[in-house]
């Protein structure tokens, strides 16, 4: 038990790094990405402290290059999933029981390992398994990544603060207890800080995870997982699997210790799983925390009276970087007819000067997209825009998967706002526009509002300080997370924690302390120190 009230480090924002020619940065992920390339990886799942291999093995392919092998997974069965989970449950009361400065301390390393000695390495993964380029990796992998785990630190004792009053003659106190049984992580393949922090932030808060990435973000994660053992998790806390969606959910579902789901991912597959728990909510010893971040369908609505060159870099920005595979990226805009066409002329421009590569080509600022599935989802979008009388595409609209994944960012202008690309979520390099009657501003906000199902990431631009006000009362729940004058993307840990409701999740905000407290039950424990030893009240007397 700790024997004094101890101050964690202060947690501040890791500095990102600049990769700008000739710095040490730079040359040190080029060197780094190139090693890695040059190798193929074997991959092993990590179950109980133990690397776990089968003879069911898959190649692992830059999407950006698609004849470079770069490693080789093992995949697991349902035994496999079965095994991870008698190992969280086993390692379970010794973890809970351990002194959260200690679990502290582990995460803290972890923190300062992925800003110092694996910074190259995680970037380099990213680059390699997800086509970022390097400053995408480099905000994500290793930045992001060392927020989560330095904020989430003092978030924890943050909440370890919080206590009850007591009035006299009696000491409340409260506890917050890890959730009884273990969590189930599920993690996507388009940020590697997102992968990491689904299950350590359970872990961190005294819970046992069994942690499932997505196929395409393996590579990486197995680099996190080399993190987590090196700064000293003990064996069972966090168990990583490869296996089918279907098998994994069997076994987790059904297990009467499933006491939480951890999930980024889509809106559909998060739907089926909370479907999935509810039918099943009478096996289960407690009702499971059920956490999500799924889709988005995020806006830009420029005002009237909106800086036209910061609304066309914001376009730009928010809808191509990472090749608009974020889920919070702009993927529909509404422009007033007065500045339309001199926002478009200048977003298209930008456009034009993007070049598209390999990562390894640091003037890249396009890769490719993760897979040929989503590759094949998003042609079709673009083909449905070619045949449409009411839309037309003003740049891109050309994608090519010969050598990798590459479509060409796009930007397609529509005459009907309720069409199809400005209402589905794509999760590409389409971003479709809009044109407003310039008088029509409130009535836009209202369908800005009520078109498509989510409710994530939203910018509104606007020099009149009226109309912001009227944009941020209009759209108080169009986004989680809403920006005035800034792009849709880009939220810092600790500062814009991270989250939207409706089709969206269930907003519990990554990146602050909210996030944190769903993975603890508290206790109130009531200690009276003179008890009563008469049962009457002074109103019989």
């Not at 932030?201 to 997982?225: E, F, H, R, T």
């Not at 007065?338 to 456009?351: E, G, H, Y």
């Amino acid at each position: 038990m700790p024997k004094g009230i101890y101050h964690v480090p202060i947690a501040v924002n890791e500095p990102v790094l600049s990769y700008a020619p000739g710095t040490p940065e730079r040359d040190e992920l080029l060197s780094t990405y190139r090693k890695m390339k040059s190798q193929v990886m074997d991959i092993p799942m990590f179950i109980n402290g133990k690397e776990v291999r089968t003879n069911d093995t898959h190649a692992l392919y830059p999407p950006h290059e698609l004849k470079t092998q770069i490693g080789t997974y093992h995949r697991g069965t349902k035994q496999h999933v079965q095994d991870a989970v008698d190992a969280a449950l086993e390692a379970r009361e010794k973890w809970a029981n351990l002194s959260w400065e200690h679990r502290a301390s582990i995460f803290l390393k972890a923190a300062d390992l992925i800003a110092g000695p694996f910074r190259a390495r995680i970037n380099a993964a990213t680059m390699l398994a997800q086509s970022k380029n390097a400053m995408q990796a480099e905000i994500d992998s290793a930045c992001e990544l060392a927020d989560f785990l330095r904020f989430n630190v003092q978030y924890m004792t943050e909440i370890y603060d919080n206590q009850p009053e007591s009035s006299d003659g009696v000491w409340n106190r409260l506890e917050y207890r890890p959730l009884e049984g273990f969590v189930f992580a599920i993690t996507p393949f388009n940020f590697t800080a997102i992968a990491g922090n689904l299950p350590a932030a359970p872990a961190l808060m005294g819970c046992v995870a069994v942690w499932k990435p997505a196929d395409s973000q393996i590579y990486s994660a197995n680099v996190v997982m080399e993190v987590f053992r090196e700064a000293g998790v003990p064996a069972g806390v966090i168990n990583l699997v490869f296996a089918d969606g279907p098998d994994a959910g069997d076994v987790v579902f059904n297990h009467p210790e499933f006491a939480g789901l951890h999930f980024t991912g889509s809106t559909n597959v998060f739907r089926h799983l909370w479907q999935t728990i509810g039918e099943n909510i009478s096996k289960y010893k407690s009702y499971p925390r059920i956490v999500g971040e799924t889709g988005g369908k995020d806006f830009i609505v420029a005002h009237p009276s909106s800086n036209v060159q910061e609304v066309a870099v914001a376009i730009a920005r928010g809808a191509f970087e990472f090749q608009g595979q974020k889920c919070s990226a702009a993927s529909r805009a509404y422009l007033p007819s007065n500045i339309a066409s001199d926002i478009l002329d200048r977003a298209v421009a930008i456009v034009k000067d993007f070049k598209m590569g390999s990562p390894e080509n640091f003037e890249n600022f396009i890769t490719a997209v993760i897979d040929e599935r989503a590759f094949d989802k998003i042609a079709g979008y673009i083909d449905f825009i070619k045949e449409q009388d009411d839309a037309e595409i003003l740049v891109g609209g050309n994608y090519d998967k010969s050598e990798g994944y590459f479509i060409e960012p796009t930007i397609v202008k529509t005459s009907n706002p309720m069409f199809r690309t400005m209402c589905e979520e794509i999760f590409g390099p389409v971003i479709t526009i809009y044109e407003y009657p310039e008088n029509e501003w409130s009535e836009t906000l209202k369908l800005v509002n009520a078109t498509g199902e989510y409710a994530l990431t939203g910018a509104i631009f606007s020099q009149d300080r009226y109309a912001i006000e009227e944009a941020t009362k209009a759209l108080e729940n169009a986004a989680g997370n809403f920006y005035i004058n800034d792009k849709p993307t880009g939220a810092v840990v600790g500062q814009q924690p991270f989250g939207g409701a409706r089709g969206s999740g269930t907003n519990d905000k990554a990146g602050s302390y909210l996030n944190l407290l769903r993975w603890v039950s508290p206790r109130t424990i009531k200690e009276t120190f003179v008890p009563p030893t008469d049962y009457k009240y002074p109103f019989l007397g």
